[in-house]
């Protein structure tokens, strides 16, 4: 086996390195032969709720004289997205954890540091939010003051004028209760 950096192993770099969900530490050796990495499942479309469960994936290896290895446990893994969200983490090899609340498409890979595979991942997210119930309902019903700026609520955060960039996904907005001098 060549360790990562050895001047004997080729192209690569350090495993675990860049912007990514969590990895190795840098310390993969790279395996004598390895041709190839297959990650399964690939492509995969998966339904995940607000606290989604980690997600399974399996690396297999396809060395020079043609025979295949699981390498599950041998290599460094690690999520990467096109967007500004977080990708979610790996907590064991091969055991991918989704961030909450996030859909989308996350690129895993699998790398001895020297020969990387990848595959996709569509979160798909599904929630279900119940009704409040009339209770709620009913503090909406009334008319609506539009010609009194006294009785408007007044936008305390974000400012007016305020622009979020991408994928800010949770906003809190402030506002205080207009004062009121008599009644409506």
């Not at 460094?76 to 096109?82: N, T």
């Not at 977080?86 to 064991?92: D, K, L, N, R, S």
């Not at 020969?115 to 569509?122: A, E, I, L, Y």
């Not at 700026?149 to 305390?156: D, N, Q, R, V």
């Amino acid at each position: 086996m060549r360790r990562v950096g050895d001047p004997d192993a080729g192209a690569g770099g350090d495993a675990g390195a860049g912007t990514d969900g969590g990895g190795g530490d840098g310390e993969v050796a790279c395996i004598d032969g390895l041709e190839g990495i297959s990650i399964a499942p690939a492509g995969e479309v998966v339904t995940i709720g607000l606290s989604p469960g980690p997600i399974a994936f399996s690396a297999t290896g396809t060395l020079s004289e043609g025979a295949t290895e699981d390498l599950t446990s041998r290599l460094s893994w690690s999520a990467r997205r096109a967007d500004d969200t977080e990708p979610g983490t790996f907590a064991a090899p091969g055991s991918y954890q989704p961030l909450p609340g996030t859909g989308g498409v996350v690129t895993i890979e699998a790398t001895d540091g020297c020969v990387t595979g990848t595959t996709q991942v569509t979160l798909k997210l599904e929630a279900s939010f119940q009704d409040p119930g009339a209770a709620v309902s009913d503090r909406f019903d009334g008319p609506v003051v539009t010609d009194d700026p006294g009785k408007s609520p007044t936008a305390i955060y974000p400012s007016d004028q305020t622009r979020f960039p991408r994928n800010i996904y949770k906003v809190l907005f402030q506002w205080k209760r207009a004062a009121t001098t008599g009644s409506a």
